[in-house]
């Protein structure tokens, strides 16, 4: 079993920055695929970024690229999400997903785990 904490939102002026982190307990995060999400009121949960298993690649959202980054320090069971350039289209609540072995899907319904979320809000 995988516990999954996001930490790191709040508010932020456009074009801020912020860095989202999710830390994993009760086993080693190692081997996981790390997806972050993101769902705005009213919408369905979307993709924004993913590492695989062995961190050796990443995906990303279109809306995104370029502009966020996610990358892992294994020491700390921890996967970061660093976002630049932030506008009020961002604002949502984001969620780190993860899946034993993954590859780092787009698709939400190929994670096994979640953490609560974390609230980012993005306005002047």
């Known amino acids: 079993q995988v516990t999954l904490v996001e930490s790191g939102g709040g508010l932020v002026q456009p074009g801020g920055s912020l860095r989202l982190s999710c830390t994993a307990s009760g086993r080693a995060f190692g081997p996981y695929a790390v997806g972050w999400f993101r769902q705005a009121p009213g919408k369905e949960r979307e993709f924004v970024a993913a590492l695989t298993w062995s961190g050796a690649n990443t995906r990303y959202a279109d809306s995104v690229k370029g502009r966020f980054a996610i990358f892992r320090d294994t020491a700390k069971n921890t996967t970061s999400l660093q976002m630049n350039s932030l506008n009020p289209e961002a604002t949502a609540v984001y969620y780190c997903?993860?899946?034993?072995?993954?590859?780092?899907?787009?698709?939400?319904?190929?994670?096994?785990?979640w953490g609560q979320g974390t609230q980012v809000t993005v306005s002047s």
């Open positions: 997903e993860a899946e034993n072995g993954g590859w780092g899907s787009p698709s939400h319904f190929e994670y096994a785990y």
